[in-house]
């Protein structure tokens, strides 16, 4: 029985509502402590990265969960609602630290949330994505539905982009007097609400979810624990070349989001650096999510996806260029000349994410070819371990630039509410010379590395068939 529109919107709902969280947590965590806590830079730079390291390698491990699962409400729903419950809750102590603790806790309370929050993410993600064929026909319905759980999760991080900033300073007012009432307890206030927000939502979409969402077939999920996706990758030349690009282009985005924020309240400045911020994120989110629905489809029908690989990457170095020059040699008076780099980095962003999950399903059939053996589970659990390694990597790079160029509130010149020279110097190098040489990095080994044009996997799949037949 074919799927109804009510049972494919609610699992859109559901990608909606995770990457809401998972966006603010990725994009704000640094801010909220580091500049509005004052938590020393470094230190969250430590606590990301260890957590997201963690948090990678426990994916096989709730995989393991999961998969032995069974209950009477099937072995995905139980998990994905308990692991949103779970999630909310962290979610919300993460981004409303009480004014009891102090600031040696903060270090302590920010390490401890932020490594539950991802224990618990994980918890509801993996069952979300692995639920798929348990609802679906094998076939083009399933590839839809994965679509557009992907289409779907890209609007809720898109989301967040947008409207935090917008939000957060209307919400800050709740509760607080006039007098006496800083910038910062504002902010601080902002997110707090918001994350109840979202946590509300994100419970809402789940619920709608799992109410709509039946699963009409066991199936066997298939899991992969760490010692066997690294044992894939060294046998499977293709999946580690792949996985390569995708950990460099993603620290080089990573780098980015974790900074723009810095960017506009302290270099771009202004009093209505707010405005102008969503402005960016929102035309940088609307070019994300156009550019994996129309452009992606309208430029495949001109070239190959390896030459459309090239474009993108040589897209967004041009982007991060045109952003340097930019900031380096203009007034930055108007936010809209900003929209010039977005255009390329976002746009490029979104054809690289669709294409990498390309690459990687054509390596499944190299390997299956060289190796006798569909390694297709192994290969789609290390692109989400890699992902998170990316976010850590780039955390910490991120934190090293505000603190050797100590980019905070704390360091703030008064009479203009910037940084100094040196200051927003090293912030523009970070942010657009970093990403661009791992961008360049990706390019070089693609180019040097990867194979697997239509042509070959035309071959591969012809003698695949053909062994199978034998």
Known sequence: MKLTFKEKASYGLGAVGKDMVYALSAT???????????????????ILLCARVFDAFNDPVMGIIVAKTRT???????????GTLLNSVFLILMFAVPASVTAGGLVAWAAVMYILWGVTYTMMDIPYWSMVPA????????????????????VGSALIQIFTMMVVPALGAIGLSASGVTQEMIERNGFKYLSIGVAVL?????TITCVNIREKSTVEMETASVGAMFRALIENDQAMTVVI????????????????????????????????YTLFNMFGGGMQILSMMILFPLLRRFMDTIRMFRLALCASIC??????????????????????????????NGILTVLTTIFLANTVDYGQLKNGRRDESVIFSMQTFVVKLAS????????????VFQISSDNVEESTATISAGSA??????????????????????????????????????????????
């Open 245 to 276: 690009a995708i950990v460099l282009v993603n620290s080089a985005f990573y780098i980015t989001s974790n900074l723009i924020i810095y960017f506009f309240k302290y270099d771009f400045g202004g009093a209505n650096w707010y405005s102008n």
């Open 28 to 46: 704000y965590i640094l801010y909220y402590y580091q500049d509005l806590l004052h938590v020393p830079a470094i230190y969250m730079g430590v």
């Open 202 to 206: 994100f419970i809402l979409f789940i």
């Open 392 to 403: 850590g990597i780039a955390a910490m790079l991120a934190t090293v630039c505000l603190t």
């Open 425 to 470: 110097a090293g912030l523009r190098m970070t942010m657009t010379i970093l990403p661009m040489i791992g961008l360049a990095a990706a390019l070089i080994i693609f180019i040097r590395r990867y194979i697997l044009t239509e042509d070959k996997i035309t071959e591969i799949s012809r003698e695949l068939k053909r062994r199978g037949n034998d």
């Open 72 to 82: 009477r409400w099937g072995k995905f729903r139980p998990w994905l609602m308990i």
């Open 135 to 154: 609802f679906t026909e094998a076939g083009p319905e399933r590839e839809n539905v994965s679509a557009l759980g992907r289409s779907c999760a890209g």
């Open 319 to 348: 982007g991060y260029l045109i952003l340097l020059a930019i900031a380096t040699f203009t007034g930055m008076g108007n936010v809209f000349v900003l929209f010039i780099p977005a255009f390329f980095v976002f746009s490029a």
